[in-house]
């Protein structure tokens, strides 16, 4: 499996974060197309998906806060 983050997709407020567990960039689309609908979110706004590489500990801040 792989995962991927987004902090671009449609929310209610500010300082999105997603992270979805998948297969392919494809079916991790289609996961977080449907988790947004069921959050009431608009699933047409384009989102960026980033992979992330978990062969080696490492830490990834998804927001920050700075926007």
Known sequence: ????????????????????????????????VAELATHGLDQTKPFTLRRINADAPKAFVLQDGDY
């Open 1 to 32: 499996m792989n995962i991927y983050t987004c902090v671009d997709h449609d929310g209610h407020w500010v300082g999105v974060a997603s992270v979805i567990v998948a297969e392919t960039e494809d079916q991790a689309r289609d996961l977080l």
